[in-house]
């Protein structure tokens, strides 16, 4: 046996010497708290049995879970265990297995999962890492052993009853192998961290159930209306809230929720979520937001009312150790396990997270996402979901609604015409009797379209109003037409260069001006549009899509304190100006719709925008990356290529780097604890506030330039202030950048 003998611990069980193989060691020589093989195989299997119960998987995942190791039965892994330095391959077996004993179609789907069950799912394909090679050629030592131990359960009797939408039986087999994988890593990393780490495993859990987090919801709301003045505003709030509850009893189907800025609908969508949930047995609420900016702000309430320890915020840039419950501390150890696999009450998470999750081909990522099932996920400002993905992520929203028990709900102030793009039967219900009615009791501004304007025009306009705000299309335009009325008078710039600390500063500035009446003008890229929180009288905005005009619309008499607000539109015939092509394009639809009708911002003027910005991009269009079809391709032999969908699948298209700017004294100095400490990752979570994202190419601009310093082999830090003003932040080196992919993170 290549040159050297193994030894195996063996125990006498009732007269009988029994070889014994083990899943996982401790330091600990004797093995006499080893984990049994066999105890682990059972437990995966049960556990990832009961996951997939709910969408009537059970027992294929059960023969899953007894599959997925028994690799470990070979000698050579057991001598590993000991601690022999060798690779042993422990994930194939089980597929082989699997192969040799189930008809074709079930085997295959075993196949997928279990040799996925680390590296994650494989291509089929015909490369030295696809399925079909590693099955066929790779050597196994001999793990046979497993029939001493493991009863292999008989799947004769079981049917896969999936009901895929129109001419999409492959992507509907793909998505449910994916859901079927994710319940068994997340057993298996249950399973493993009960043995491994029984802290952790016991913290999991412990959450309230929802009939106390709807008792929560409905004191809050209580304490709310009867605190608000009776005014029509506040009827119409109240009467949305209630609509929302009395729809909740409704069917499991795709609801729509179309409620105007300033209406509510962020708790009364929760308020239906939480009934809902309760009238059909469901088991989580997810709440889908955009921009990062947006998700803080509703997390955070929900946090108010529902308490830390049942809400998780799952973002790019949530630290868990900034969130202390008054009764217990920090939470920060339970909340980074449940980011793991989602197993929260209520999960509050991105689209990029969330989507990105669902086509994902990794472990760490699919971990998660059989929590969706038997869940109602809430998609707020739906108009925002990436067009270039729209169709598989509809597709993914409707195989949860048909074959997963879940109900969606796509919120909006500016609903996106997306029935049309989806299946029949699955057009979306809207929970609002009349949501043209609520638009014009919410209707607080007026738009007018100004035509060409230059900068020398648009300046002499800005400065005819004493408090303004002017959204631009590019960092260029922005920093030239701040220039221009910074030469005559105080004004201000935002921009995604300037660190989110500064960013705060500002806008607190600006806030007490507004707030005082004072002189107070604005010019900002869409970073502003982005979920902030901000009121002025009148908004200029650049042309843009529709969708665009009413996010900066909503920053326009937001509060309501005048009749009607001013929102202008105006086309630049600067150079710097001229937006992305992308941009360029939804401008292009955007003015056809305001030359069309006299409110372009009605529901029906909205409506057409969508509609026609659909059907300008085609149904390849609304899936640029081809992912519908690369689960077509061979779907008759269930040959998926998951590797390949996980890779083109990023919502983000190009990566970014993070600089941070020592900017201010607290910046400076904590900076210097950075370079003291010898623990300097904990400072990962206080440096976001002085973090922006620039582009690669720029990046390395700055390095040639030796103005960035590299601290603990993780920190890149501007070392020249000298490039990064008060004023503007890090100047932009390019005229045409947007700022959009910096902002969905």
């Known amino acids: 046996m290549n040159g050297y003998t193994y030894l195996l611990f063996v125990k006498h069980y009732d007269s009988v010497t029994r070889v014994m193989y083990y899943a996982h060691s401790t330091a600990n020589p004797d093995k006499s708290c080893w984990q049994l093989l066999i105890v682990h195989l059972q437990n995966v299997a049960d556990i990832s049995s009961a996951f997939a119960d709910r969408f009537d998987a059970g027992d294929l995942a059960y023969a899953g879970g007894l599959l997925h190791d028994i690799g470990k039965y070979s000698i050579e892994f057991q001598r590993r265990l000991e601690g022999a330095n060798i690779r042993v391959d422990h994930s194939t077996a089980g597929a082989r297995e699997a192969r040799a004993l189930y008809n074709r179609h079930l085997s295959r789907l075993l196949e997928y999962i279990i040799t996925g069950h680390h590296g994650g799912l494989l291509n089929y394909g015909s490369s030295e ?404 929180n901000i009121d002025f009288p009148v908004v200029y905005r650049a042309i843009a899509g529709v969708d665009s005009i009413a996010q900066a619309a909503g920053r326009c008499n937001r509060e309501g304190k005048i009749e009607r607000g001013d929102v202008y539109i105006f086309r630049s015939t600067e150079r710097y100006g001229q937006a992305t092509s992308w941009q360029r394009m939804t401008a292009e639809i955007g003015r056809m719709v305001i030359d069309t009708n006299e409110d372009p911002l009605s529901l029906q003027a909205v409506e057409a925008y969508f509609q026609k910005l659909y059907s300008y991009e085609g149904e390849d269009g609304l899936d640029k990356k081809g992912i519908i079809t690369l689960f077509e391709k061979r779907a008759h032999d269930l040959a998926f290529p998951f590797e390949d969908a996980g890779w083109k699948f990023s919502i983000i298209e190009q990566a970014t780097k993070d600089l941070i700017i020592p900017y201010g004294e607290e910046g400076r100095s904590l900076l210097k604890d950075l370079r003291a400490s010898d623990k300097p990752w904990k400072y990962a979570r206080r440096l976001q506030g002085y973090t922006i994202s620039i582009y690669p190419d720029e990046f390395k601009e700055l390095e040639r330039a030796n103005l960035i310093d590299l601290l603990d082999e993780r920190f890149y830090v501007l070392n020249d202030m000298s490039k990064y003003s008060e004023e503007i932040g890090l100047a932009s080196r390019k005229d045409n950048e947007s700022e959009k992919s910096l902002l969905i993170v």
């Open 129 to 532: 890492s696809g399925l079909e090679e590693r099955l066929a050629n790779k050597y196994l030592p001999d793990y046979s052993a497993y029939r001493e131990e493991i009863s292999v359960p008989d799947l004769t009797h079981f049917r896969l009853e999936l009901c895929p939408t129109t001419k999409k039986r492959g992507f509907s087999i793909a998505f449910f192998t994916r859901m079927l994988y994710s319940c068994l890593v997340d057993a298996d990393s249950l399973d493993t961290e009960s043995f491994a780490d029984p802290r952790s495993a016991h913290a999991r859990g412990h959450y309230e159930s929802f009939e106390n987090l709807s008792k929560k919801l409905d004191d809050y709301m209580d304490s709310l209306h009867s605190k608000a003045e009776d005014t029509a505003i506040n009827r119409y709030r109240r009467e949305i809230y209630e609509q929302c509850r009395a729809m909740a009893s409704l069917p499991q189907q795709i609801f729509s929720l179309t409620v105007p800025t300033g209406g509510g609908k962020t708790l009364s969508s929760m308020a239906f979520a939480l009934d809902h949930l309760r009238h059909h047995n469901l088991e989580r609420i997810f709440y889908v937001i955009p921009y990062t900016s947006i998700i803080e702000q509703n997390a955070a309430t929900f946090r108010k009312i529902f308490g830390d320890r049942n809400v998780l915020e799952h973002h790019s840039n949530f630290d868990p150790g900034a969130i202390v419950d008054d009764d217990v501390g920090s939470v920060e150890h339970f909340l980074r396990l449940s980011a793991e696999n989602w197993d929260m009450p209520i999960v509050v998470t991105t689209n990029v997270q969330f989507f990105e999750s669902l086509f994902s081909n990794r472990r760490s990522r699919c971990r998660k996402i059989h929590n969706l099932a038997r869940s109602v996920i809430i998609l707020d400002e739906a108009q925002m979901l990436p067009t270039e993905y729209l169709m598989p992520c509809l597709q993914a929203l409707s195989e949860l609604v048909r074959n997963y028990g879940s109900t969606v709900v796509i919120c909006t102030a500016t609903q996106p015409k997306l029935g049309d793009l989806l299946d029949s039967d699955l057009r979306p219900v809207e929970i609002m009797r009349s949501p043209a009615e609520l638009y014009e009791a919410f209707r607080r501004v007026r738009v007018t379209d100004l035509g060409h304007l230059s900068d020398e025009e648009l300046s002499a306009r800005l400065k005819e109003h004493r408090q303004v705000l002017c959204i631009v299309n590019t960092r260029a335009h922005a920093q030239h037409l701040h220039a221009a009325l910074s030469k005559h008078e105080k004004c201000f710039h935002l921009s995604a260069r300037m660190c989110p600390v500064h960013r705060r500063k500002q806008l607190g500035e600006i806030r007490r001006l507004l707030r005082e009446g004072a002189d107070c003008r604005v010019v900002s890229t869409q970073l502003i549009e982005a979920g902030v």
